[in-house]
């Protein structure tokens, strides 16, 4: 199947600073790149949608100025929290779909501290 | 606006038994319908992907089923494995390709040997 890659796995920040997650799509290629947070117990909610070469689309509630998504190319997509406070604490994960089918990274749990 | 329910949240089973994970959505206006498997602080590794146009999808001991009218889908697990202890979500797609899925919370499996 189609591959995601999300890196990095795990990053613990100190409250402030930024950090940068990388989705890339290693064997097709992704126009659009949906990006989803996941709180302790809780279900995947949908943040932003990234679009090769055009401005991400922000769901309500999502500061795009704190979240800043870049969709370069048509395999990586990042998105990057600016300085990052304790409850931005969660797991981020990307998501593309090649035909039908939707393929998810391996995740990155971010822990400010 | 399209919500995804999951019950049980949480199933505990001995080793063996068949199962049956339930997902209930409340627009029928669905694309199609997919299965994950989450293991704890992981990624999602699809399992299933029903197009709406399908009733089932099997693949080796799992068989998940659709139906429309009613709004449900359910992933049946035959002879259960300690290695199927995982957290099981349902997505619903909507009816343009291009869309992010919708999630349910996710039923947590136990599978005792």
């Known amino acids: 199947g189609a591959v995601v890659s999300q890196h990095p796995s795990w990053v613990i920040c100190k409250s402030g600073t930024s950090v940068k997650i990388e989705c890339r799509s290693l064997?097709?290629?992704?126009?659009?790149m949906f990006w989803y947070r996941q709180f302790p117990k809780q279900s995947l909610m949908l943040m932003a949608t990234s679009n090769e070469g055009s401005k991400a689309t922000y769901e309500q509630g999502v500061e795009k100025d704190k979240f800043l998504i870049n969709h370069a190319s048509l395999t990586l997509s990042t998105l990057t929290v600016t300085s990052a406070h304790p409850e931005d604490s969660s797991f981020y994960i990307c998501?593309?779909?090649?035909?039908?089918?939707?393929?998810f990274g391996q995740g990155t749990r971010l822990t400010v501290v | 606006k399209q919500e995804v329910t999951q019950i049980p949240a949480a199933l505990s089973v001995p080793e063996g038994e068949n199962l049956v994970l339930n997902c209930s959505f409340t627009d029928s206006a669905i694309y199609n319908l997919q299965w994950f498997r989450q293991d704890p602080g992981k990624g999602l590794t699809s399992l299933l992907l029903i197009q709406s146009s399908q009733r089932e999808q099997t693949s080796g001991r799992l068989n998940a089923s659709l139906d429309k009218s009613s709004g449900r889908s359910t992933l049946y697990i035959a002879a259960s494995q300690p290695g199927d202890s995982a957290t099981y979500l349902c997505a619903a797609s909507l009816n343009q390709a291009g869309t992010a899925l919708i999630f349910g919370k996710g039923t947590t499996l136990s599978v005792s040997s």
């Open positions: 998501s593309s779909r090649r035909g039908t089918e939707a393929f």
């Open positions: 064997d097709f290629q992704a126009t659009t």
